[in-house]
């Protein structure tokens, strides 16, 4: 069964400073889809950014980047210089590529930025 | 293009009532899926509907049921209300089922709050 975990639950941390969110997930498939949501506080799941297993290459978008690692299991997500703005709850998610499997989702980590 | 549509944003019932949820999904998406959010169990997947059929089920009991309609809006039922019932209800459409071979975004609604009293 596929399994991810977001150790952090909740993390708080002052405008400008940079912010790491950590993302493990398990599955024995080798193919699969990586992906990270915003949830803000309306309500609605923000798709961010969606990883192949085949592709290792880190991505940065503006303020965002990810950093997927097969070795460690892990997808993380880095926020720099952060914004009020970026306050949300954070969610990593699984899917297989083969079968017929639903998203798996984290637990999901709450971002307070203050400013 | 309108986002997904969830219907009624906000719901109050009584343990042991009935409860229907509905969604619209992007024009165009056939593909619609059910989750629920509880701070105890976070996201987990009920079920997908796509051109009218229950695709995939998560593990949830029967008292959850969902079906799709021609236009591709779904609606889902809880009956016998339980207290733990209560959670937000996220739907998400996509093009074409979101599991399995290709990749296919999904976008999600707003939610509905029910809270089961």
């Known amino acids: 069964a596929q399994k991810v975990t977001q150790a952090q639950t909740e993390i708080s941390v002052v405008e400008k400073e940079d912010v790491t969110l950590d993302c493990v997930y398990e599955t024995r498939d080798t193919t699969y889809y990586l992906f990270w949501y915003k949830q803000p506080p309306s309500g609605e799941l923000v798709f961010l950014i969606r990883r192949n297993s085949f592709d290792e290459q880190n991505e940065i978008s503006g303020r965002y980047s990810w950093n997927f690692q097969k070795s460690t299991s892990s997808f993380n997500f880095t926020i720099t210089a952060s914004q009020v703005v970026d306050s949300a709850v954070y969610f990593c998610?699984?899917?297989?590529?083969?079968?017929?499997?639903?998203?798996?989702f984290g637990k999901g980590t709450r971002l307070s930025v203050i400013a | 293009k309108a986002g997904v549509t969830q219907t009624p944003r906000y719901l109050i019932k009584t343990r042991g009532q009935q409860v229907t949820l509905s969604c619209s999904p992007i024009s165009g998406h056939r593909s619609v899926s059910w989750y629920q959010q509880t701070p105890g169990q976070g996201l987990q997947f009920l079920f997908e509907?796509?051109?009218?059929?229950?695709?995939n089920k998560g593990n949830f009991p029967g008292r959850f049921s969902g079906r799709q309609f021609s236009n591709s809006r779904s609606e889902m039922n809880v009956s016998t209300l339980e207290l733990g019932d209560s959670a937000l209800y996220l739907c998400?459409?996509?093009?074409?089922?979101?599991?399995?071979?290709?990749?296919?975004?999904?976008?999600f609604g707003p939610g509905t709050r029910l809270t089961v009293l």
């Open positions: 998400a459409s996509s093009l074409t089922p979101s599991a399995g071979g290709s990749y296919n975004e999904q976008f």
């Open positions: 509907y796509f051109s009218e059929t229950q695709r």
């Open positions: 998610a699984l899917s297989l590529v083969s079968g017929n499997t639903p998203l798996v």
